[in-house]
């Protein structure tokens, strides 16, 4: 088992800044891909970025490609997502998800998922 908690959400105006905190602990975390996922009020969880097992290789949707940043610290057991210029469109709850091998972005694939945390995005 993988226990995954989020941090860093709040209400932040348009343009601005918020950096999501993942705290991962259970298994060695070094042997799981991860991955933020985001859903909206009335819509679907969806892929938002992914991180390799060693930090090599990065993955992002193409709504958030160049404003996002996905990092993880090993020896910290942590995964974070730092959001710049942020839009309203980008009000959802954040997920951090964890998968025993390789990225992916689908969400049936991940193994497991945090309980969320809020970002709101004022216009």
């Known amino acids: 088992q993988v226990q995954l908690a989020e941090s860093g959400g709040g209400l932040v105006q348009a343009g601005g800044s918020l950096k999501l905190s993942c705290a991962a602990s259970?298994?060695?975390?070094?042997?799981?891909?991860m991955g933020w996922f985001r859903q909206a009020p009335g819509k679907e969880r969806v892929f938002v970025a992914g991180i390799s097992r060693s930090g090599d290789s990065t993955y992002y949707a193409d709504s958030v490609k160049g404003r996002f940043t996905i990092s993880r610290v090993n020896a910290w057991n942590t995964v974070y997502l730092q959001m710049n210029s942020l839009e309203s469109e980008d009000t959802a709850v954040y997920y951090c998800?964890?998968?025993?091998?390789?990225?992916?972005?689908?969400?049936?694939?991940?193994?497991?998922w945090g309980k969320g945390t809020l970002v709101t995005v004022s216009a």
């Open positions: 259970g298994r060695p975390f070094s042997n799981y891909a």
């Open positions: 998800a964890a998968r025993l091998g390789v990225i992916t972005a689908t969400t049936t694939r991940m193994n497991y």
